[in-house]
């Protein structure tokens, strides 16, 4: 299929070349940002040290919203116990992916540097696989009711880990066939699917802001709906406008 | 017969029609959901419609049918011309459906939306659903932006991809209410959590397989 697949890099002009570079940086640094987060959270929680986005959420919200009855601390303490063990090996490497992901998309980087493309490309492979698979593990070993807003976002997540590590495969297929757009293709799709972590949480602060009378389980349900579908415009865009050249191929 | 068509003819032939299979059962299903099942009463999906709902539902019916009527016109129309929309993109040709389909996606995620608050809380997945259908509205016209836009500036590989997510959103209901019962049955959910569970997988169920078509399936290459 590579005869087929013209690799026709559309670079976008003016004014849209710099709205895509703002829009990348504000993904990258929300990225970065929350993968401190993520690394932080159950490394805390194993040592019964304060838990710094817990901290965060209280400090931009209330302590009742992130501490209180229907929040993550409230709720999941007694599940994430049991299941520590997985749950740290999916949200540090998860960490790792959000941290390194974002930066494998500046074409800057991939040309100058292409060796640190592909050993980071190696690494996010490996860090995404042990993290949905570890997810998938602690999915497995936990009640559905016993996750966080229960059955509904338990199945959610199920299929979202499907879906990483399924887009994951494409994209590892396709730069094994030297099928350069399809590769990026799928790692926009795949880190877009990662991205809904810190969206997910940034839509847990708007709801907190804008719905005072819901917690933590009530915005999480709300949001989990089109949470992956707001995500993945992005990455869809991205691509669209990286391999949509102005002239159609004849 | 341009050599380009008779190169892309097959695969799209067979898009075209699969997808129009698909947007008759999915116009179909809509029709009876939001109008017929008021007038006829004939539901297709008696089961996903407790008695309690089903009254709430026909309240709101009856206090403003024009919306319902008008929601489910703009969605039949929009899965009936989203093929021809898509099978004309991919041949390089412009139709009556190249207009149809985006004004109709466009009428369908506005409407759809007016009518989920009509419906209310009371509705069949309460509240979970008005923000569903608010987030549909949002990527569903965001979708359609992207189309028209692609088309005017003459991205037509563009153009093409983005009908095509369009058009797998406007075919949500087809995975949505089959999996319900699934699910209701499966995890021994309420109808409400069978719902969300649902709409929530379709949705971004929906974009996995059309962005599959867009880039496995076709290509960069118009």
């Given at each position: 299929m590579a005869s087929v697949f013209e690799v026709r890099q559309g670079r976008s002009v003016g004014g849209e070349r710099v709205a895509v570079r703002l829009l990348w940086a504000v993904f990258a640094g929300l990225c970065v940002f929350y993968s401190v987060f993520a690394f932080n959270y159950f490394i805390s929680f194993a040592t019964e040290q304060p838990i710094w986005w817990n901290h965060f959420m209280a400090a931009l919200l209330s302590e009742q919203y992130a501490f209180?009855?229907?929040?993550v601390h409230a709720d999941q303490a007694a599940p994430y116990s049991a299941g520590l063990l997985f749950l740290l090996v999916h949200t540090t490497m998860g960490a790792v992916c959000l941290a390194i992901g974002p930066f494998q998309f500046s074409s800057r980087i991939r040309q100058r540097y292409p060796a640190y493309h592909r050993a980071a490309g190696k690494v996010y492979l490996t860090s995404v696989t042990l993290s949905m698979v570890a997810g998938l593990a602690y999915l497995s070993q936990t009640p559905a009711a016993d996750v966080f807003s229960g059955a509904p976002f338990a199945i959610g997540l199920w299929g979202l880990d499907f879906m990483v590590l399924l887009t994951a495969y494409l994209a590892y297929t396709a730069i094994r066939k030297r099928d350069v757009v399809r590769h990026q293709a799928w790692m926009a799709f795949n880190l877009s699917l990662i991205f809904a972590t810190p969206m997910l949480r940034i839509f847990w602060l708007v709801f907190g802001w804008t719905l005072p009378s819901f917690n933590q389980a009530e915005a999480n349900i709300g949001v989990m709906t089109y949470l992956l579908p707001f995500c993945l415009l992005g990455g869809m865009i991205w691509f669209s406008l990286q391999h949509g050249g102005r002239k159609a191929a004849s | 017969m341009t050599d380009r068509q008779a190169t892309v003819g097959a695969p799209t032939d067979l898009l075209y029609k699969a997808g129009l299979a698909v947007g008759m059962v999915t116009a179909l299903a809509v029709v009876n959901q939001y109008v017929l099942r008021f007038l006829i009463d004939s539901n297709l999906f008696a089961a996903l419609t407790p008695a309690g709902i089903a009254e709430n539902d026909a309240m709101a019916f009856s206090a403003a049918p024009h919306w319902f009527v008008l929601y489910a016109a703009a969605a039949a129309l929009a899965v009936l011309s989203g093929p021809a929309a898509v099978r004309a993109s991919i041949l390089g040709q412009r139709g009556p459906a190249s207009v149809i389909f985006p004004a109709a996606s466009v009428a369908a995620a506005v409407l759809g939306a007016v009518v989920a608050f009509a419906l209310g809380p009371g509705s069949v997945g309460g509240t979970d659903l008005l923000f569903y259908w608010s987030g549909l509205a949002y990527v569903w016209l965001v979708a359609v932006g992207v189309s028209v836009w692609a088309t005017l500036t003459g991205r037509r590989v563009v153009a093409r991809d983005w009908l095509i997510h369009s058009y797998g959103l406007a075919c949500l209901p087809i995975t949505i209410y089959p999996m319900i019962p699934f699910w209701a049955w499966a995890m021994d959910m309420s109808i409400g959590g069978a719902t969300s569970t649902s709409v929530t997988l379709a949705f971004a169920g929906h974009f996995l397989v059309s962005f599959y078509v867009t880039v496995q399936i076709l290509g960069r290459r118009l």
């Open positions: 209180g009855p229907g929040s | -």
